[in-house]
């Protein structure tokens, strides 16, 4: 039977990116994009989309039923930086939505579940430099301590009941396609717009916070090797450590002004540096590589060209 995909959160930064993408591989009619608000035009006019609150149970339900949905890709959240101003409200989002998806695979209704934690699983007290798979994890933003509770949910349910879990600790994930919604990683998004609309940006991080980064597409590409590859080879069930490149934000704005020589920037902090300084500077991922293959493609050179290049064209310079 061909597997049926629904992609809760197909709005946001990445979903928007990651139904495009899985829509050219399984078949437009074979991925349910869904959100509680809709989707970019691309995504409402190439394939199915339905509104759903997914802390609504009952409507998860009936859109898994109505569309015989095997695999479900959990992107709905609230990021770091917005998460800080509504505790009580991410909190209950990130962790009822994931209850939600995951027992629908204790119950056997879907097969698999792809769900994203992040850098923010670690704290103050990690190491800094090459952070490991298996270390200090003591988040202290709101964002962050769910991200790890959900880790151990989903172990806790392969272990308990089966659930045929897999996830990865994303990085800062820049893309061109999308704009990223409250996260603290943000400003390495914002920064391309600013240059080429209007040659200046001021980062709320200082030029030396260093953060570990991705650029969207070895994202999107790890996600679905993850998703493909056989359960077996899968040894961790909480969530993967992934790398791409990192940098901080002078770093950035140099390599943006090979390209846009008058580009400028400036610093002025706000609440979001407490959140950066939590976090790694690098990320250690010989597990991901050893388990299923996975390896970045991009580098900070390759993303800013990228980013520039595309971005240009879009704002038709
Ligand atoms: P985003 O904020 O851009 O998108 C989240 C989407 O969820 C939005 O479209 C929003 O409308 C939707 N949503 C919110 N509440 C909902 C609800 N009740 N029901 C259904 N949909 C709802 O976030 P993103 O950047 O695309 O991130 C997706 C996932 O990846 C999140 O779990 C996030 O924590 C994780 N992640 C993202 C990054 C990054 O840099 N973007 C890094 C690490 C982890
Ligand atoms: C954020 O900044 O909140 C996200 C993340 C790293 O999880 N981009």
Known sequence: MQDKILVIGSSGQIGSELVAEL????????????????????????????I???????????????????????????LSANAEKKPKLSWDLNMQSLFNVLDLAKDKIIKKVFWPSSIAVFGPNTEKIKTQQYTITEPNTVYGISKLAGERWCEYYF???????????????IGWKSNPGGGTTDYAVHIFHEAIKNKKYTSFLTKDTTLPMMYMSDAINATLKIMQTDSGKIKIRSSYNIAGCSFNPEELANEIQSYIPDFKISYNKDYRQKIADSWPDSLEDSLAKDHWGWQAEYNMRKLVKEMIENLHKKYNC
Request: charged share 25%; glycine share 4%.
């Open 52 to 78: 759903l609150d997914v802390t609504d149970s009952k409507r998860l339900y009936e859109i898994v039923k109505k569309h015989e949905v095997t695999h479900i890709y959990l992107l709905a959240a609230i």
């Open 23 to 50: 829509r050219s591989n399984y078949g437009d009619s074979n991925v349910i994009a869904s959100d509680i608000v809709a989707s970019n035009q691309i995504i409402m006019d190439s394939g199915p989309f339905e």
């Open 159 to 173: 272990n308990k009941h089966n659930v045929d879990v897999v996830s990865l600790r994303y990085p800062g994930l």
